[in-house]
């Protein structure tokens, strides 16, 4: 029987619980379509399903992200053809040589744009496509806090900012880290640890924040809470420092009635016809020059230990791939 190399997970736990196996290549039932991976992309949601914070059924493959060529398909999918270059996005077991999939989870690569940057954008530029296109709709001329805006989504949120004339206010650990998130469009970036960060972060905003994404969670949630307008939205969309406690509603209202929302890109992914038109958005944008892939961190499949070990070590920036 054929084989393919995947990361498998026994048990959750630390990054060391993953190892590469050797498994049997999957094949395509109807409908479906067989991928042999170019590229994987890396998210943090990879490190909460292997940790267990995002239970999944165990024993389990990893990997959300990923691109590369059609290489056999399943009954009655026409249009398709092997050989074509397609990405996906929230799929599950992306870490391997090849992945099935449901046609309809696939779009297919532009020209323009490569595997490699396919498989680092789709995932992440989709969550910033429905942040700020659906979850809080921007217009332009609005001045939002984003935290960890020189991380893999945070790059793509900055340069998604800038082209819609939004004043991104972001945060981030290291000087480095806040001069990258500048060049790549950011307003301003605060070091994340400066004790006077509150008071610095509210003088680019003084009126309050009408929008924080925060995907930082527990570290940052009483900070962002403070700095939100009258009638401003707290967006919860990640867990990085560990998932907020509890949300009590009266706090809420005493911090000038606000909302709060926990928004998740599955939920997108779910409508009718979001997925290619927000593939058909990001990969205009690319084309367009108005946004640039970082691929800030590439390693073998065989390394991902240490790919995880740096994310969440916070030793990256922009987005990171396994190379099958
Ligand atoms: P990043 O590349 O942004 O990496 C995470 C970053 O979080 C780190 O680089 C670090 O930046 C920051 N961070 C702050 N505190 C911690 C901490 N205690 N431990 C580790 N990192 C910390 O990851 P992604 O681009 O993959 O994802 C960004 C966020 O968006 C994640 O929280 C993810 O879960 C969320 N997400 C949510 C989605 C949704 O639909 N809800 C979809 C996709 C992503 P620094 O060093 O600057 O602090």
């Not at 490190?47 to 024993?59: A, D, I, V």
């Not at 935290?147 to 991104?168: D, F």
């Not at 779910?270 to 640039?292: C, K, N, P, V, Y």
């Amino acid at each position: 029987m054929d084989t393919m190399k995947a990361i498998r997970v026994d048990v959750c736990g630390a990054a060391e619980q993953m190892s590469v196996k050797e498994v049997p290549l999957p094949q395509p039932g109807a409908g479906e379509v067989r991928v042999k991976l170019k590229a994987c992309g890396i998210n943090l949601i990879d490190t909460y399903h292997r940790s267990g914070l995002y239970p999944l059924s165990l024993p389990t493959g990893l990997g959300c992200e990923g691109a590369g060529l059609v290489d056999a398909l399943g009954e009655g999918v026409d249009d398709l053809n092997k050989g074509d270059r397609v990405g996906f996005a929230m799929a599950m077991g992306a870490y391997a040589e090849a992945i099935v999939l449901p046609r309809a989870a696939l779009v297919k690569i532009p020209a323009g744009v490569s595997d490699e940057e396919a498989a680092a954008v789709l995932l992440k530029a989709m969550t910033v496509d429905y942040l700020f296109n659906d979850t809080c709709p921007l217009t332009g001329g609005e001045t939002v806090l984003f935290h960890a805006a020189a991380g893999g989504v945070g790059l793509i949120a900055c340069q998604w900012a800038k082209q819609k004339g939004v004043n991104l206010i972001g945060t981030a650990s290291t000087q480095a880290k806040c001069d990258l998130a500048v060049s790549h469009g950011a307003e301003a970036c605060l070091l994340s640890d400066d004790p006077e960060l509150s008071d610095k972060l509210r003088a680019h905003a003084t009126d309050g924040f009408p929008v924080v994404y925060d995907s930082v969670g527990r570290s940052t949630y009483r900070l962002s809470l403070g700095l939100l307008a009258p009638l401003g939205t707290f967006v919860s969309f990640g867990n990085a420092s560990g998932p907020i406690d509890a949300v009590v509603p009266g706090e809420l209202a005493l911090s000038g009635s606000l909302y709060f929302t926990r928004p998740t890109l599955a939920t997108h992914m779910a409508r009718l016809g979001w997925m290619q038109a927000s593939a058909d958005r990001i990969f205009g944008l690319i084309e367009a020059g108005h946004l640039t892939v970082d691929v800030n961190q590439r390693y073998p499949l065989s390394d991902v230990v240490r790919a995880h070990n740096d994310l969440e070590g916070r030793r990256t920036t922009g987005s990171s791939v396994l190379i099958p």
